[in-house]
């Protein structure tokens, strides 16, 4: 999509002695994007920043280009919201609260949107049901359902697969990315499940103390932050570990399994030393290849970073 969903520019938010968004900057311009990070990173208030929900310290916040403090009336039509822990009119039919929120939001034929997207989160069978009567997973996509009922340019969404097992979850990513790819809609999630980013998001900001640390794809993220990974099974694993440790060609060395994975600095020749050394052991090398690292392991070494 290429365009500037979101622009922050030296954000700080504190509440008493803690610091929430400490200097933070970034821009977000994907098609579905996603915050991850540890409880208290920061990711909420991030949100809440976004939406007007919370007054910045100090700093610039723009959303579709228009400045929160100043144009947030126009931010608040064209954004929809999930928070994390929505609450819902229990006594309400599903499509009756809908028509309410369409009502609310002043859409011009308020049954006929509830109807679209009751179809769209896959709830039209269950519309006419009491919201009480529904699960989990149904209450999480009667949150999506209103979150778009708007027909917003701009979706955040506050850990949308809460409390969702893993079939729920793919399903609501599936939603998400469909209606994303179908209406050009921007979305941004926000998650500590590191499994619905790498699933669904074009563009990744890995939090941690009220900054955003890394941003970009996945595959950036991955580049940005590996270095030469193998996975070494050989005839005498731990003879093989112990030599390569000593030898100080790898910056870590540990075992998976009965195989040897360690990992080595850019530029550096693993293939040549690894079968010199091999040799020089008498040892046969059986698999030889490098890993791809998970988004969970380029989390994990950013935070490690410090």
Sequence with gaps: MNRRV???EKATKRFGKITALNDLSVVIDGRVNGLIGPNGAGKTTLLNVLLGLTRLDSGKVRVLGLDVNGELSEIKKRVGFLPESPGFP???TGEGFLIKVARLRRMQEPRKRATEVLNVVGLSPAGKRAVRTYSSGMYQRLGLAQAIIGDPELIVLDEPAANLDPIGRMD???VIDEYSKNRGVSFLLSTHILYEVEKSCDWVGLMEGGRVRESGSIDELIQKSSKQVFHIVISDPKLFELEL?????AESVEFDGDAVVAEFPEGFDVYGEVVALAKRLSVRV???RRVRLSLD???RRVLKAD
């Excluded at 440790?245 to 060609?249: A, D, T, V, W």
């Design 245 to 249: 440790r000593q030898s100080g060609f």
């Design 90 to 92: 229990t006594s309400f």
């Design 297 to 299: 392991d380029v989390f």
């Design 286 to 288: 059986i698999d030889f």
């Design 6 to 8: 979101i622009e922050i």
């Design 172 to 174: 609501v990513l599936r």
